[in-house]
């Protein structure tokens, strides 16, 4: 069938709107109208050319919602007209790491997705003849998209698919480093870096979580409204000072942090963030994705001294089971996603949510199809 789709023929080009060919869902895949869908950085990344696995042509996004269209043989877990919202973490339930109770990662079809493709080693988009590669197994940047079975849950028939297509990454990945990553206690202190839609969702969590305090650290100071909104309690633009940043809220809070989170991409400010964590305890999550080439260094002693390191992606969630459950918290008042809408668009002005986000005046711009 035809579709609109952005595509980005180049790194550091603008997406083109076009009409590409999409083929019928082959067997265990699924073919998604989709309705709505927003840009998270990790576009603008790969579409930087930054990421080692970004391939061109693609067609990108991965935070989505829309309605069955058609399914391949052997689909089971939804029926034409369902609503689902896309997957990049896939779940199979099946494979070890699925199996290992330790992680949300799954193996199932993590290589193929990697390569912008479907599992068969080919792609499902074509534009004037020549194939197109998915992208995080989602490409919710096409009108009509196909996905893997692995790659999507079905949610609630009522719940408003502009709102919770943003549980496709960004909000769900803040809130889940919080509970799922750190597993943050209450009356915990805690220090979030960069308050795009990741880190205000930190901050989101932290609340959830009853922290004492929670310092929100941006050299953006637009972001403080929202970031206090969501229950931070202090704010720090590190540029009004001429010290690391680290040392600033070591001070502040006699010693570091319980918890910190990464929330920018920038590897000499993982190192803040680590180095900000409390002797004997502290521990930093790394959720910001960075270039091809780029390291995390600290001295060694920061975690002989009892520091701890880790990272999260789509914050430990997984998502066939638990997002069907987020979704009705959201439906609750449990979880606030309107705060994050900042900007509303027609699909074809794609380009300007990629450039309001860029200039920081964006959180997240929902696109309408
Ligand atoms: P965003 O661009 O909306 O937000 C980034 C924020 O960081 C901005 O507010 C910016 O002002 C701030 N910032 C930039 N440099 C800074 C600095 N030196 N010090 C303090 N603040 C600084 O991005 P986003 O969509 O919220 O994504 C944030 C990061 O998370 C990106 O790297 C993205 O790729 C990554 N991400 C990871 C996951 C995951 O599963 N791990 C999921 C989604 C996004
Ligand atoms: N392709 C990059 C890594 C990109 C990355 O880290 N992606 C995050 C999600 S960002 C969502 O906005 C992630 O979940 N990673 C785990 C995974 O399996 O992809 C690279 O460096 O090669
Ligand atoms: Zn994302």
């Not at 869908?37 to 391939?55: I, M, N, Q, R, Y």
């Not at 940047?141 to 196909?146: N, R």
């Not at 509303?344 to 949510?353: C, G, T, V």
Request: charged residues 25%.
């Amino acid at each position: 069938m035809k579709s609109r789709a952005a595509v980005a023929f180049g790194p550091n080009q603008p997406l083109e709107i076009v009409e590409i060919d999409v083929e019928d869902p082959k067997e265990n895949e699924v073919r998604v109208k989709i309705l709505y869908t927003s840009v998270c950085h990790t576009d603008a990344f790969t579409l930087s050319g930054e990421d080692p696995e970004g391939v061109f042509p693609a067609i990108l996004g991965h935070e989505g919602g829309g309605i069955v269209e058609s399914i391949g043989k052997g689909v089971t877990s939804v029926k034409p007209g369902d609503h689902v919202i896309p997957l990049y973490t896939a779940e199979c339930g099946k494979c070890k790491f699925c199996l290992s109770g330790k992680t949300n990662l799954c193996s199932s079809v993590r290589e193929s997705q990697g390569k912008g493709l479907m599992p068969d080693g080919t792609s499902r988009f074509s534009y004037q003849g020549e194939p197109i590669y998915h992208y995080m197994g989602t490409s919710t940047f096409s009108e009509y998209t196909v996905v893997n079975e692995v790659n999507l849950v079905k949610i609630d028939d009522d719940a408003p698919l502009d709102k919770v297509c943003l549980l496709g990454c960004g909000v769900t990945t803040g809130l889940g480093a919080v509970k799922n990553t750190a597993k943050v206690e209450e009356g915990a202190v805690a220090a979030v870096f960069g308050l795009g839609a990741i880190g205000l969702a930190a901050v989101q969590g932290l609340k959830k979580a009853n922290a004492k305090r929670i310092i929100a650290i941006d050299i953006n100071p637009g972001k403080w409204e929202l970031a206090k909104k969501m229950g931070a309690t202090d704010f720090v633009n590190p540029t009004e000072y001429d010290r690391p940043i680290q040392d600033v809220i070591v001070e502040m809070t006699d010693g570091g942090v319980d918890y910190s989170f990464e929330c920018i991409g920038n590897v000499d400010i993982m190192r803040s963030a680590l180095e900000c964590c409390h002797k004997g305890w502290g521990e930093s999550v790394i959720l910001g994705v960075a270039g091809a080439g780029k390291e995390i260094q600290t001295r060694p002693f920061q975690l002989v001294t009892g520091r701890v390191w880790r990272g999260s992606a789509f914050g430990g969630v997984k998502g066939r089971t638990e997002l069907p459950g987020m979704v009705l918290d959201y439906m609750n008042g449990d979880i606030d996603l309107d705060s994050f809408i900042t900007h509303e668009l027609d699909f074809k002005d794609i380009n300007e949510a990629f450039d309001l986000l860029h200039k920081g005046e964006s959180i997240r711009t929902i696109l309408t199809y």
